[in-house]
C-alpha cells in the first residue's frame, strides 16, 4: 500500500508560483496513476490535475489550465504539481491522491476515484 507525503506549500503573492511535490513509499511508483486535488475553506474537495502511471497522459481542471504543470519521476518517486501565476483563489490545502493502474485513468475524476491520499499542504495566495 503506498503512503503519499506533500511539500513545497507556502505563502506566495499573487502571480506567484509554487512547485508542490509529493513523495511515495511503500509500493511501486508506476503501479498508480497520480493527481493533485485541493480543498478550500467551506468547500468540497475538488480536482485539479492528474498523471497517468506511465506520465503519458495528464488532464487539467480548467480552474489551472494553462497556469499548472502535472509531472513525474519514477526514479525519485515523485509526482509535481508546478503552479503559475497563482491567484488568491487557487488558497486551499492540495491532496496529492493515487489509483491503481488497473483502474482506467479517467477525465475530471471524482474523489472516490482515488484511494490512497496524502496528509495536504497549504497553499496561501495573498492578493
Known amino acids: 500500500q503506498v503512503q503519499l507525503v506533500e511539500s513545497g506549500g507556502g505563502l506566495v503573492q499573487a502571480g506567484g508560483s509554487l512547485k508542490l511535490s509529493c513523495a511515495a513509499s511503500g509500493g511501486t511508483f508506476n503501479n498508480y496513476h497520480m493527481a493533485w486535488f485541493r480543498q478550500a475553506p467551506g468547500k468540497e474537495r475538488e480536482f485539479v490535475a492528474a498523471?497517468?502511471?506511465?506520465?503519458?497522459?495528464?488532464y487539467y481542471a480548467d480552474s489551472v489550465k494553462g497556469r499548472s504543470t502535472i509531472s513525474r519521476d519514477s526514479a525519485k518517486n515523485t509526482v509535481y504539481l508546478q503552479m503559475n501565476s497563482l491567484k488568491p483563489e487557487d488558497t486551499a490545502v492540495y491532496y496529492c491522491?493515487?489509483?491503481?493502474?488497473?483502474?482506467?485513468?479517467?477525465?475530471?475524476?471524482?474523489?472516490?476515484?482515488?484511494?490512497?491520499w496524502g496528509q495536504g499542504t497549504q497553499v496561501t495566495v495573498s492578493s
Open positions: 491522491a493515487a489509483r491503481l493502474r488497473i483502474y482506467s485513468f479517467t477525465y475530471l475524476p471524482g474523489v472516490r476515484e482515488y484511494s490512497y
Open positions: 498523471i497517468s502511471w506511465s506520465g503519458g497522459t495528464t
